[in-house]
């Protein structure tokens, strides 16, 4: 199979190479592979720096590079002195620059599932929630959002988020909505910062969430939910949020929001996280399963 993938690879290039006018080179299949290695880097590198704060560095560094290009062919020798001596202190400065952007890239590329298996070292067994506690999770929620009282509930996936449990207070106690109510109650202890959910119980209360930087985040989202995508995007939990100023329920999960959705909505979303594994399809794929099934039924309806 690989030597006829190779033989067509190489009838491709020299009929490519001849219609081109180039000389006729041969190409390997690691070579192939190497190309296609690099432009997958290259695309996600793109990705990155487009959906970060990087974009605007980006910016800055091409700017000064144009500067260090004019001067070099007006042979503006104390502009090229200047660039040349200052070039290695340049590569580790834009470590330190790019140091949170350059962290989440790593953090992204290590929950991907291609390796999910082979660097499972996290938990030795998923930890899921009964459906006791998706019908607690519904029902607390809309229970504050009917009252107005903001919340910010994390549902803890195969990703450990011992880091943020210890930001906050312990609380190790069975998920119920009253409790839920009670620690987002106003003007209580507990109810500022995030309440984390480990299977049928919340862990810590009062915990503190990485702040998403994305550029695509609407600037009407205010630091609750900016947190909800930040954590997302760090992990693979599942977030759910109250607004305060609406009383509207959203969600977040894989780095994006879903906004004003209903109690349907959110206990599908929960039952997916709830079974999910690591043969299971992607959320995207999930909610275009649910578009279709709804067109669908308006058909049937019709």
Known sequence: MLTKFHGLINSFWQKASEFIGIPDISISLIDVIEI?????????????????????????????????LIAAIFQMNTILWIAQNTLSVGLIALVVIFQPELRKALESLGNRRLFGRIFDITKEEATKFSDKTIDELIRASYAMGKEKTGALIVIEDEI?????????????????????????EKNTPLHDG?????????????????????????????????????????????????????????????????????????????????????????????????????????????
């Open 36 to 68: 296609l290695i690099i432009a997958f880097l290259f695309y996600h590198f793109l990705i990155w720096i487009k959906t970060t704060r990087a974009w605007t560095l980006f910016k800055g560094i091409l700017v000064i590079l144009l500067f260090v």
């Open 160 to 184: 450990l988020l011992t880091e943020y449990i210890r930001t906050g207070i312990d609380v190790d106690a069975i998920l119920t909505s009253q409790l839920l109510i009670n620690i987002f």
């Open 194 to 302: 995030a309440v984390i959910v480990r299977g049928d119980r919340v862990v810590s209360a009062t915990c503190y969430l990485p702040l998403s930087d994305s550029i695509s985040i609407s600037k009407d989202l205010g630091t609750r939910h900016r947190a909800a995508i930040g954590v997302s995007e760090a992990s693979d939990s599942m977030t759910i949020i109250v607004s305060e100023e609406t009383g509207k329920v959203s969600l977040a999960y894989h780095g994006q929001i879903y906004h004003d959705i209903s109690q349907e909505e959110l206990r599908e979303k929960l039952v997916y996280l709830q079974t999910r594994n690591y043969e299971a399809k992607s959320f995207e794929l999930f909610k275009r399963r649910k578009k279709n099934g709804q067109k669908d039924s308006e058909h049937s309806d019709e």
